[in-house]
């Protein structure tokens, strides 16, 4: 049974940081990547803030956070981090981790097969 979890998400002010993690378990996929998402209050639409691939070789991000927020990954491949720097109100959202089966590193949501529970970000002015 595969297991995604997210952890590291709070209230901080603009122009502070904040580190997320994201732990996978029970994954038998050979190829695959990880990404987060986010989702906005009062959106439907699930943001792609950032993804890498099982060997930490690609990267991508979204054009939102390119320059501030930065996406890796221990030798032992797990957890994941987000890095996210220079927050803003526009960054507030739920971030939700997502794992896909895949050679590279998906925008598209709808790719995702697994998806935990997402943790909360909030940035205050």
């Known amino acids: 049974q595969v297991q995604v979890v997210e952890s590291g998400g709070g209230l901080v002010h603009t122009g502070d940081s904040l580190r997320l993690s994201c732990t996978v378990s029970?994954?038998?996929?050979?190829?695959?990547?990880i990404s987060w998402f986010r989702q906005a209050p009062g959106t439907w639409n699930r943001e792609f803030v950032a993804g890498i691939h099982w060997n930490g070789g690609t990267k991508n991000y979204g054009d939102s956070v390119k320059g501030r927020f930065i996406i890796s990954r221990d030798n032992a491949k797990n957890p994941v981090y987000l890095q996210m720097n220079s927050l803003n109100a526009e960054d507030t959202a739920v971030y939700y981790c997502?794992?896909?089966?895949?050679?590279?590193?998906?925008?598209?949501?709808?790719?995702?097969?697994?998806w935990g529970q997402g943790t909360q970000v909030t940035v205050s002015s």
């Open positions: 997502a794992t896909s089966q895949s050679t590279g590193v998906s925008s598209d949501y709808s790719r995702y097969d697994y």
């Open positions: 029970g994954l038998t996929y050979m190829y695959y990547s």
